[in-house]
Structure formats: C-alpha cells, structure tokens
C-alpha cells in the first residue's frame, strides 16, 4: 500500500465491519481523511445499504457518497473461515467498527477478548441502538425509533398536530460523527500513551441527546417540559422563518445584543434598541409576538436578494432557505467544494458531498469510489494477509468470500 499523505489519517487501518448508515458512515469520515478502510460484506449478500434509496433504475444513489473511500471484502465471519480470516486482518489493523446488536460478535467469537489477544492495540468501537448495557441493550435499534427515544421527534412539528420525525437518517449521522471522533481518540490516546486498545461504544440515540443539554438543564432546574414548536424557541428573539416580498423564505436569527442592535438600525428602528420592552434578550422573549410583527412586515417589503444583501451588509445573521437545486447553483459550495464528482461503474458518475473539515497540510481525498460488492478480495487477501491464488478460489468454492 503506498504511504502517500492523503490526509492527516493516513497510516491507520479500520476495519468496516458495519452496516446500513451511522457506522459505515464513521468508518466513510475515517476513510475521507486518509485512513485505509475495509469493508467486510457479506458474500451474495453485501451490506444494507447497497438498497437503500433513492435510485436510478437499479442503483443506490445514496451508496456513492456513503461508502467511498473503501475497499470491499466479501467475508462470511460466521465460519470457522472467515473468522480466521478476520483475525489475521485484525493483527495489523488499527480499529474494527461494528454496528451488530449486542452480544452478536460474541456470539461468533469475535467479543473483545478474542480481538485483544491477537492485536493489544485494536480499539473496538461498537455502535448499537441503546448502547452494549441497561435493560434496552438487546433492543432492536434503527434511527427513526431511536431519534424518538432521544427526545428529539418530541420538540419537532407545531402543538396542534403529531411529532414529526426528521425527513432523512439524521440520527444515524450525528452518531457516526459521535462514532468517528470516538475512534480517533481512542487512537490517539494509545498512540499518545503508549498504551493499548479499548472499547468504544454508543447507543444511536445517545449521540443526539447529547446536543440537548439546554433540554436537560431545563426540566431540572425548571420542571419544565419543553413542547412541540416549528422553529428556535425558548432561545433567543427575535428569530424565525419569514417570507418576502417576492414569496422567498429566509431564516433569521439574533442570538446576540449586538446582532439585534444591527437588526433594529437596519429595519430604520433604531426606537427600538432602549425600549424597555425589547431591551434585552429576556425581554425581546418575553414580548416576542409584538417584536415578530415588527420584523415579519419589514422583511416583507423586500424582496429576497434586496434582503440578504441589505442584512449581509449590516451583519446580521439571515439566510435564505435553499432547495438542493439552488445548492447545485450557489457559488459559497462551488468555492467550499461541499460537491464533489465520483466515478461510478454504471452511472459514468455522481455527485457527492465533499470533504470535511479542511485541513491546510494534510488535506483528505476521495481516492476510491463506493465499491462493487467483494470488489478487493483477492487484492486484501492477497496483500494484506499473503494468501495463494488457490487458497483464495477455494475460499471461493466454500461461499467463505
């Protein structure tokens, strides 16, 4: 394998032992920013998310973006085979990512203890529904059901109507992000202290619960039950979703005195600043409806590129609310990259998310597009682990690969 830096990663091997999204999505992070990733699939079979919509005809659109930047190994762990297979790969690699329900690895011969005995220095990082312990840890856990558990679906929607839950896997990617920078610090800290491996693991719902404190805090001090609302509430004012004059929508938001001061000398009611009404944040709240009129009627004499450019140039925080084709048209993701294109066996190509974050000495690279199923087998058994044509093509024969 060559050692050229293709980002500040490079070097580490992570096994992809995982399925669907919020794990492989952890291991496709280590992977963009340099890390040799590989990918057990099941053979015949593959990963989930090679299924997942949305398609073009017979292809996952959503499989290039999640899965670049891997190799595929086509493995059946649970043979005497393939889990002496696995192993050998384990006594070079630097961390094995697994999403099964608790208990399953183990079940296989594959728990921690066995993994630790071939490589001391493995980091395990486990990625279950609920998290390896408490009473719910063999619960079944996917991220729609879990986002609900998190309280999050909870605050989502208007009063009068049901919770609404987000319209794509937002927890599943929140707790890859959890999972990825779980990893690297296990990494680090063996790397930084001489030390060995260890376990990380998290239940999906515990990724996004971690991002509510001001929920927690809340209902302790307060005894509060926070309800359903559309937008920021509780936080700041004024803040919202409006409409201009031309029928476009924008958010804004003043989450600071200075950013209301702005706001209040670019509407031309610079009156409103020492009113004792508005004066501060916890006033502005507690007489937000009046203060919303006020803001709803100026944004609604502009219309939309009048608007931000006014705001853009008075500092004050607002954006418009772009579908994925304004996306595709504005020149802030063309400069920032936030697209890429891969090259795609049937597609010809695809556009994908870019890179991030961005490092100035070490920048990450997509180097390999999403592979076909068992893509690398006999490159990884070959190279990494010194196998024989032969032994491979009875690996074959035996449904192990």
């Known amino acids: 394998m060559t050692q050229e830096n293709f ?5 580490l091997t992570i096994i992809d032992a995982s399925s669907v999204i919020a794990a492989p999505f952890a291991a496709c992070l280590l992977g963009d920013l340099g890390a040799e990733v590989i990918k057990i699939e099941l053979p015949g079979k593959g990963d989930s998310a090679r299924s997942l919509g949305p398609w073009k005809g017979e292809e996952s659109l959503r499989w290039p973006g999640l899965s670049r930047n891997k190799r595929s190994l086509t ?11 696995f192993k050998e790969l384990v006594k070079t690699a ?3 990512i697994e999403n099964f329900r608790p208990g399953t690895f183990e079940k ?24 390896q312990t408490g009473p719910y840890a063999e619960k079944a856990g996917f991220g729609t059901p879990c986002t609900a558990f998190s309280g999050y679906t909870y605050l989502q929607g208007y009063k009068d109507r049901p919770p ?32 060995e491996g260890q376990v990380v693991e998290l239940g999906l719902y515990e990724a996004i619960f971690r991002m509510m404190e001001f929920l927690i805090a809340e209902h302790d001090q307060l005894g509060k039950v926070r309800e359903r609302n559309p937008m920021l509430a ?55 409806e009046e203060l919303q009129k006020i803001v709803k009627e100026f944004i609604g004499s502009l219309n939309n590129d009048e608007l931000i450019k006014k705001l853009d140039t008075d500092g004050v925080p607002i954006s418009p609310i772009l579908s994925i084709e304004d996306i595709f048209n504005n020149p802030q993701y063309e400069a920032r990259e936030n697209i890429l294109e891969v090259e795609h066996p049937r597609l010809g190509s695809v556009k994908v998310p870019g890179i991030v974050p961005k490092f100035s000495a070490t ?39």
Request: proline fraction near 4%; aromatic fraction near 8%.
């Open 234 to 288: 509780g936080h700041s004012s004024p803040a919202g979703t409006y409409q201009t004059k031309d029928g476009k929508w924008v958010v804004l938001v003043c989450s600071t005195e200075r950013t209301w001061t702005r706001l209040a000398e670019s509407m031309g009611r610079a009156d409103l600043i020492d009113n004792p009404l508005y004066k501060t944040n916890k006033e502005r709240m507690q007489n937000d």
């Open 108 to 131: 296989w011969g594959l728990g921690y203890d066995v993994l630790k005995e071939v490589n001391p220095n493995i980091v395990l990082t486990r990625q279950s529904g609920y998290g």
């Open 75 to 85: 493995l059946d762990i649970r043979t005497e085979e393939g889990r002496e297979i």
């Open 164 to 195: 609404v839950s987000p319209s794509f896997s937002l927890l599943d990617y929140v707790s890859g992000l959890f999972a990825a920078f779980g990893t690297v610090s296990a990494l680090y800290h063996r790397d930084k202290n001489n030390a």
């Open 94 to 96: 630097d961390a094995v």
């Open 7 to 11: 980002g500040p990663l490079t070097g």
């Open 363 to 401: 920048p990450g690279k997509i180097r390999y597009r999403a592979p076909e199923l068992g893509e690398h087998n006999e490159e990884i058994l070959r190279n990494e682990i010194g196998l024989t044509e032969e032994q491979i093509q009875k690996l074959y024969e035996k449904g192990v690969i």
